[in-house]
Structures are given as C-alpha cells and as structure tokens.
C-alpha cells in the first residue's frame, strides 16, 4: 500500500508547502522509503516567475519552480509535467475585466497526458493581450504541442476541462503510485484538496509562517466532504481547519534557502516517527 501525505497552505502562496514537502520527501527516502512529490495543478505569473518560466519555454516546455524542485528532491526520471500534469500561465488581470469575457485571467494551461508516451496539449485565451516578445516566447510550446485548443469564453475552457484535465491527473497519479512507496501531494494556492480523486490519505500537514499543523487524514477528508455540502465553490483550507483540532503543532523559525530542507527535515522526526511507529 502507498502512503500517502498530503501538504496544504493557509495562505494562497509562499505558505511554504514546497519546502515542507521537500523536506518530507529527503526524509522517507532516507529512511529508505521510494517517495515522489505530485502537485496535480500549479500555476505561475508570466512577470513574477519569468526565470524559471523562461528557460522552460526555451525549450518548448511549461513548468514551474514547484514541478523542478520536488524532482530533484524525488531523484525521480519522471519529467517536471508528470510530477505536475496540469500547468497555467498566469498574467495580470486587465482593468476591464470585461475584455476577458468573465475568463480566468490566464494566457495557456499545459495539460500533459501520458500513456505509453506523453502528449501535451495546450488551452490558449485568445481573449489574453500578448506582446510580441510573449508571442515569440510561446512558439516552441505551440510547436511541441500534440493539441492546441482555443478559448474565448468560460463555457468553452469548461468544455476543454472536464474532457482532459482529470485524465490527465490519473494517468499521471498511476504511473507514480506505480512506482514509489510513498506519494507526497502538494495542493496550489490555499486550496484545500489538489485533486477531487484523492480518496485515501495517511496523513495532512497544514502550513504557514511559523507554523506546521498536523491533521488526522479522515478527519481531514470528512471536514472537506462536509464543506462541499455547504460551499458551492473551492474550498480554502482555512475553511475546512476551523472544523478540525489539530493532532500537533511545531513551531518553525525563518531559514535561508541553503539550509531550510534540512532544517525542516528535522521536524519531519517529531511528526513522522511518531506516525510511522
């Protein structure tokens, strides 16, 4: 059986749900336990991560920081687009909203579909305003891609979504259950659950600031059930805690990023040992 552990933030970013999940995974697999990182969705603002976001389209990919750091810390060969299979490229939302005709304000989401082999297929806004320069910067991806699906409205990128991108998820969630011992979500933003095909779960670790909470999986999962009997929408952690108590607490001290996986890794041992005994 897989275990299974499942790392949320409080807060919609820099909660610190990478670095914990980082430190989760180096520390299973010191134990001499195969552990994998798996971030369903992630997304990245063209202006706030263009580095990262640029060497990617280089090459005629999409990934972000998230996707590259749980790989390394997974000392996985899956490539960036199975440890994360659905990728938005965020912009800035325009000062007529209108222009976007009540679409997310995104410019392309990288959906990758792998079987035997992967297949990329690309959602593109034609309602998003581009630059030239971002125009160029796409063409590889475009290039690459196996699909490439255009939408202007929020019924046609529905239509898209409910078609590929759990699909997507589940392929790429079996291919590595099938090989690791143990499988670490990450959730994006201060949502509550990555994915709605997540049935069963060991263990959840709740972050922020300053903070590791830890919460009883079935618990957790119920908490999330009875929410989305009550809130027609996406569920925030926040709202899914406030039901719960959590099972332990640590308090955490800021690091630099030299030394915060290893720092973090030596909570692991007050929250996994006690788990896994």
């Known amino acids: 059986m ?30 001499g336990i195969s552990a994998c990182g798996f971030k369903p969705k992630a997304g990245n603002n063209l202006w706030y991560d263009y580095d990262i976001l ?6 005629g990919r999409l990934y972000g920081k998230d996707a590259k750091l749980l790989k390394s810390a997974s000392e996985t060969n899956f490539p960036e687009e199975i440890i ?17 005709h009540e679409i997310p304000c995104f410019i392309i989401d990288r959906v990758t ?34 699909k490439v699906h255009h939408v202007s409205n ?3 990128l529905n239509s898209i979504t409910r078609r590929y ?14 090989q690791h011992e143990a499988i670490i979500y990450e959730s994006y933003s201060n949502n509550a659950m990555p994915w709605n095909g997540i ?15 830890v919460y009883d999986a079935d618990k957790y999962l119920s908490a999330v059930n009875l929410s989305k009997d009550f809130l027609k929408k996406e569920i925030s952690v926040s709202d899914v805690c406030e039901l719960l108590k959590p099972l332990k607490t640590l308090k955490t001290s800021p690091y630099t990023s030299d030394e915060i996986v290893d720092k973090l890794k030596e909570k692991m041992d007050e929250i996994m040992l006690r788990f896994l005994s």
Do not use: M
Not at 129 to 135: A, D, F, I, Q
């Open 2 to 31: 897989v275990l299974s552990i499942l790392i949320v933030g409080f807060r919609e970013f820099s909660s610190g749900k990478t670095s914990i999940a980082r430190a989760l995974i180096r520390w299973l697999r010191e134990k």
């Open 54 to 59: 640029h060497d990617a389209l280089k090459e």
């Open 84 to 100: 994360n299979p659905i990728h938005r490229l965020w912009t800035f939302e325009p000062v007529e909203k209108k222009t976007f």
């Open 113 to 146: 579909i792998c079987n035997d082999k992967c297949f990329t297929h690309i959602i593109a806004n034609d309602t998003a305003p581009l630059e030239p320069e971002e125009k160029s910067l796409l063409q590889k991806l475009f290039h690459n891609a196996e």
């Open 154 to 156: 929020l019924e046609e």
């Open 165 to 178: 991108y759990n699909y997507a998820v589940e392929k790429a969630h079996e291919k590595i259950v099938k």
């Open 199 to 213: 049935k069963k779960l060991n263990l959840v670790l709740a972050v922020e600031p300053g903070s590791i909470h």
